[in-house]
C-alpha cells in the first residue's frame, strides 16, 4: 500500500528529508508544506546577496522542474494544528491531510524583545529569511548616508551591521552582552571583533541594551534609547537578539516540547511512533550545544533531515552530530569552531595554546589539548589548517610534544596523510569563507 508522508517545512531539514524519503521509496506519496513564499534557498548566502555579491535566482536551490523530478508535491500553506492520534493535519487554509508518516522541519524565527517602539516604520526584527533580506535591502537603498541601530551582536546581528555598513550607512551596534559574537567568542577574539567594527566606521556599544525606540509625528523611527540613557539616532533599525524555534502550533497536541524544542530521542523520534523531527526546531540531548541552544547550523540541519527520513522509514539509525563544528562570518571575518572550542577557564584537564598570527591585529588562533589529545580550536580572521586540526580531533591522534607546530602549515601529523584530508563542512560555508578571505 502506497505510504503518504508529510513534511512540514521547506528549509535544508525538510527538502534532505524528502529526498531521502524518495530514495527510501519510490512509490511513496511525499508532501512538502512550505509557510514561506519562496522556494527553498541558501539561507546562509543572504548576506552575500545584500552585499551585492550575488543574485536572487543564485540564492534558489529548488526550482518546480527538480521538485517535479523528484515527484513531490509542494503545499504553499501553514499548519495550524496536528492531531497525532488521528494523524492528520489541519492547515491554516481550513484543508486536512493525513498522513502516515510525518517530519517536523519547521526551523525558527526571530525572537521579539518587549521594546516599547518595536513596531514603529523603519524597525525590522529579526534578519533571518528571504523577506528581511528583501526589506533591508530596500530600506538601505533609501537611507544611504542614515544612521542604522543593529540591536544584537551576535553572528546575525554583526552580520547585518556589516551589510548596513558597506551599504553606506552609518551603523551603531547595541549588545547587551560582555562581548561581540557571542556565544562563539572569548574575552579576546571579542576585543579583536570590536577593533574591526570600529576600524571599518561602525560604532558599538557594550554591555547595554535598548530600552525603548522612538518615532517621529507620522510614526517612522527616529531613535533607539538605551539603557545608559543614550538616545542613538536611527532612520532604520533591526533587532537581532536571537532565534526561537517554531513550534507555537503544537501547544495542545501532544508532542513532548523540550526546552522551547520539539524533543526527539537518539533516532530523531518524537514522543509519536510516526512523527520525526529535524533541524532548528529540535531538542536532541546528545546534540552539541553553543552556549544553552543546540548548535543549529546548515550541516547539522542536512544531517538531522535525512536521519529522521531513513528512521520513518523504519531504519534504525542512531543520529550522531559528530565533531562539534561551526564555520561563517563573524562582521566580516571568517571564523571556525571546533570541538570544545572555549573551554572553561577552570577546567584543569584542558591546556589552551595560542599561536602567532604572523601579526594580524584581526585574527586569533586558539587550541585546546586535553589528555595529549587536540580537542578544540577557535580559529577567527583568515582560515588556515582547519581541515588538518579536524581530521586530528576526528582520529584522535595523540598530538603531546607537538602542541606548538599544530598551526605550523610546514607540519604535518605522522599517520596522517595530507592527501586524506577533506573539506570540512559544506560547500555553502566554503564558499563564504572563501568569498572573505579573498577581500584586500
Same mark, same amino acid.
Given at each position: 500500500?502506497?505510504?503518504?508522508?508529510?513534511?512540514?517545512?521547506?528549509? =535544508?531539514?525538510?527538502?534532505?528529508?524528502?529526498?531521502?524519503?524518495?530514495?527510501?521509496?519510490?512509490?511513496?506519496?511525499?508532501?512538502?508544506?512550505?509557510?514561506?513564499?519562496?522556494?527553498?534557498?541558501?539561507?546562509?548566502?543572504? @548576506?552575500?546577496?545584500?552585499?551585492?555579491?550575488?543574485?536572487?535566482?543564485?540564492?534558489?536551490?529548488?526550482?518546480?522542474?527538480?521538485?517535479?523530478?523528484?515527484?513531490?508535491?509542494?503545499?504553499?500553506?501553514?499548519?495550524?494544528?496536528?492531531?497525532?492520534?488521528?494523524?492528520? &493535519? #489541519?492547515?491554516?487554509?481550513?484543508?486536512?491531510?493525513?498522513?502516515?508518516?510525518?517530519?517536523?522541519?519547521?526551523?525558527?524565527?526571530?525572537?521579539?524583545?518587549?521594546?516599547?517602539?518595536?513596531?514603529?516604520?523603519?524597525?525590522?526584527?529579526?534578519?533571518?529569511?528571504?523577506?528581511?533580506?528583501?526589506?533591508?535591502?530596500?530600506?538601505?537603498?533609501?537611507?544611504?548616508? $542614515?544612521?542604522?541601530?543593529?540591536?544584537?551582536?551576535?553572528?546575525?546581528?554583526?552580520?547585518?551591521?556589516?551589510?548596513?555598513?558597506?551599504?553606506?550607512?552609518?551603523?551603531?551596534? #547595541?549588545?547587551?552582552?560582555?562581548? &561581540?559574537?557571542?556565544?562563539?567568542?572569548?574575552? #579576546? @577574539?571579542?576585543?579583536?571583533?570590536?577593533?574591526? #567594527?570600529?576600524?571599518?566606521?561602525?560604532?558599538?556599544?557594550?554591555?547595554?541594551?535598548?530600552?525603548?525606540?522612538?518615532?517621529?509625528?507620522?510614526?517612522?523611527?527616529?531613535?533607539? =534609547?538605551? @539603557?545608559?540613557?543614550?538616545?542613538?539616532?536611527?532612520?532604520? =533599525?533591526?533587532?537581532?537578539?536571537?532565534?526561537?524555534?517554531?513550534?507555537?502550533?503544537?501547544?495542545?497536541?501532544?508532542?513532548?516540547? =523540550?526546552?522551547?524544542?520539539?524533543?526527539?530521542?537518539?533516532?530523531?523520534?518524537?514522543?509519536?511512533?510516526?512523527?520525526?523531527?529535524?533541524?532548528?526546531?529540535?531538542?536532541? @540531548?546528545?546534540?552539541?550545544?553553543?552556549?544553552?541552544?543546540?548548535?543549529?547550523?546548515?550541516?547539522?540541519?542536512?544531517?538531522?533531515?535525512?536521519?529522521?527520513?531513513?528512521?520513518?522509514?523504519?531504519?534504525?539509525?542512531?543520529?550522531?552530530?559528530?565533531?562539534?563544528?561551526?564555520?561563517?562570518? &563573524?562582521?566580516?571575518?571568517?571564523?571556525?569552531?571546533?570541538?570544545?572550542?572555549?573551554?572553561?577557564?577552570?577546567?584543569?584537564?584542558?591546556?589552551?595554546?595560542?599561536?602567532?598570527?604572523?601579526?594580524?591585529?584581526?585574527?586569533?588562533?586558539? &587550541?585546546?589539548?586535553?589528555?595529549?589529545?587536540?580537542?578544540?580550536?577557535?580559529?577567527?580572521?583568515?582560515?588556515?589548517?582547519? $581541515?588538518?586540526?579536524?581530521?586530528?580531533?576526528?582520529?584522535?591522534?595523540?598530538?603531546?610534544?607537538?602542541?606548538?607546530?599544530?598551526?605550523?602549515?610546514?607540519?604535518?601529523?605522522?599517520?596522517?596523510?595530507?592527501?586524506?584530508?577533506?573539506?570540512?563542512?559544506?560547500?555553502?560555508?566554503?564558499?563564504?569563507?572563501?568569498?572573505?578571505?579573498?577581500?584586500?
Amino acid at each position: 500500500m502506497q505510504k503518504h508522508y508529510f513534511i512540514i517545512g521547506a528549509g =535544508v531539514a525538510g527538502i534532505t528529508a524528502a529526498e531521502q524519503l524518495r530514495r527510501g521509496d519510490a512509490e511513496a506519496s511525499i508532501t512538502v508544506i512550505n509557510g514561506e513564499d519562496y522556494p527553498f534557498y541558501r539561507r546562509l548566502s543572504l @548576506s552575500t546577496y545584500l552585499q551585492g555579491q550575488t543574485t536572487l535566482e543564485a540564492l534558489t536551490v529548488k526550482q518546480p522542474e527538480d521538485y517535479e523530478a523528484l515527484n513531490v508535491t509542494v503545499l504553499q500553506d501553514r499548519v495550524a494544528q496536528i492531531k497525532p492520534n488521528e494523524n492528520t &493535519l #489541519v492547515m491554516a487554509s481550513g484543508e486536512t491531510h493525513n498522513y502516515d508518516g510525518l517530519i517536523i522541519a519547521t526551523g525558527g524565527s526571530a525572537i521579539k524583545p518587549p521594546i516599547p517602539g518595536i513596531d514603529l516604520n523603519g524597525v525590522r526584527l529579526g534578519y533571518w529569511d528571504m523577506k528581511d533580506t528583501l526589506w533591508y535591502e530596500e530600506i538601505a537603498k533609501a537611507n544611504n548616508g $542614515n544612521d542604522a541601530v543593529v540591536i544584537g551582536g551576535g553572528v546575525l546581528g554583526l552580520e547585518l551591521a556589516d551589510c548596513f555598513n558597506q551599504a553606506g550607512l552609518k551603523v551603531t551596534i #547595541v549588545q547587551l552582552g560582555a562581548t &561581540l559574537g557571542e556565544p562563539l567568542t572569548d574575552e #579576546v @577574539s571579542g576585543e579583536i571583533l570590536l577593533n574591526r #567594527v570600529k576600524e571599518s566606521g561602525a560604532e558599538c556599544r557594550i554591555g547595554v541594551m535598548a530600552k525603548e525606540i522612538l518615532g517621529d509625528e507620522n510614526g517612522n523611527v527616529r531613535a533607539v =534609547v538605551t @539603557s545608559a540613557g543614550e538616545e542613538i539616532p536611527a532612520k532604520a =533599525v533591526g533587532i537581532c537578539i536571537g532565534i526561537r524555534p517554531n513550534v507555537a502550533f503544537l501547544q495542545d497536541s501532544g508532542i513532548e516540547l =523540550v526546552n522551547g524544542c520539539i524533543g526527539v530521542d537518539g533516532y530523531l523520534k518524537t514522543n509519536f511512533d510516526n512523527i520525526f523531527a529535524a533541524g532548528d526546531c529540535t531538542w536532541v @540531548s546528545s546534540g552539541n550545544m553553543v552556549g544553552y541552544r543546540p548548535n543549529r547550523t546548515w550541516q547539522v540541519a542536512t544531517n538531522q533531515g535525512t536521519i529522521a527520513a531513513m528512521n520513518l522509514q523504519g531504519m534504525q539509525h542512531p543520529y550522531d552530530e559528530g565533531l562539534f563544528y561551526n564555520a561563517g562570518v &563573524l562582521y566580516d571575518l571568517p571564523y571556525t569552531m571546533l570541538g570544545n572550542f572555549n573551554p572553561d577557564p577552570n577546567d584543569e584537564s584542558c591546556q589552551v595554546h595560542t599561536y602567532d598570527t604572523a601579526g594580524d591585529p584581526f585574527a586569533h588562533f586558539k &587550541l585546546t589539548v586535553s589528555e595529549g589529545r587536540l580537542v578544540g580550536a577557535m580559529l577567527l580572521g583568515r582560515q588556515r589548517r582547519t $581541515n588538518i586540526l579536524r581530521k586530528i580531533m576526528e582520529g584522535n591522534f595523540i598530538i603531546t610534544g607537538h602542541e606548538h607546530e599544530l598551526m605550523d602549515k610546514k607540519f604535518k601529523p605522522k599517520d596522517l596523510p595530507v592527501a586524506d584530508i577533506q573539506t570540512a563542512g559544506d560547500a555553502d560555508v566554503e564558499a563564504k569563507l572563501a568569498a572573505y578571505a579573498s577581500k584586500g
